[in-house]
Nanobody, 123 residues
Framework: QVQLVESGGGLVQAGGSLRLSCVAS????????VGWFRQAPGKEREFVAA????????YYADSGKGRFTISRDNAKNTVYLQMNSLKPEDTAVYYC????????????????WGQGTQVTVSS
C-alpha cells in the first residue's frame, strides 16, 4: 500500500506560481512512477505530468509544457509540481497518483491516488 497526500494548492492570480507537493508513505516510493492529474468542475479528469521511478524521465500534457515542471526527491518520498504562468483554465483539483507498473498518462494505470488539492487561478 502507498498513501499519498497532496499539498500546496490555493488561490493565485493569473500569471502567478504555485508548487504542489505529493508526499508518499508506505512501500518503497522509488518503485513507483508518479503522475499529476487534475479535474475541473463538470469536466473529466485529465493528465498533467508524470515522472519516472528514478526521476530521469518526465512527460507533460500539452497544456502544461513550458509552464509546469515535475520532479521528485526519493529521499524525501516527495514529488513536486512547479506551476508557473498560471491561467484561469488551470483551475481544478489536482491529484497525484502512483503506478508500480507504468510511466504513463493513462489514469487507469495508476494504483494509488491522493485526495487532491484545490488550485484556483483568478483572472
Amino acid at each position: 500500500q502507498v498513501q499519498l497526500v497532496e499539498s500546496g494548492g490555493g488561490l493565485v492570480q493569473a500569471g502567478g506560481s504555485l508548487r504542489l507537493s505529493c508526499v508518499a508513505s508506505g512501500r518503497t516510493f522509488s518503485s513507483y512512477a508518479v503522475g499529476w492529474f487534475r479535474q475541473a468542475p463538470g469536466k473529466e479528469r485529465e493528465f498533467v505530468a508524470a515522472v519516472s521511478w528514478s526521476g530521469s524521465s518526465t512527460y507533460y500534457a500539452d497544456s502544461g509544457k513550458g509552464r509546469f515542471t515535475i520532479s521528485r526527491d526519493n529521499a524525501k518520498n516527495t514529488v513536486y509540481l512547479q506551476m508557473n504562468s498560471l491561467k484561469p483554465e488551470d483551475t481544478a483539483v489536482y491529484y497525484c497518483a502512483a503506478s508500480g507498473t507504468a510511466f504513463t498518462s493513462i489514469d487507469r494505470k495508476y494504483d494509488y491516488w491522493g485526495q487532491g488539492t484545490q488550485v484556483t487561478v483568478s483572472s
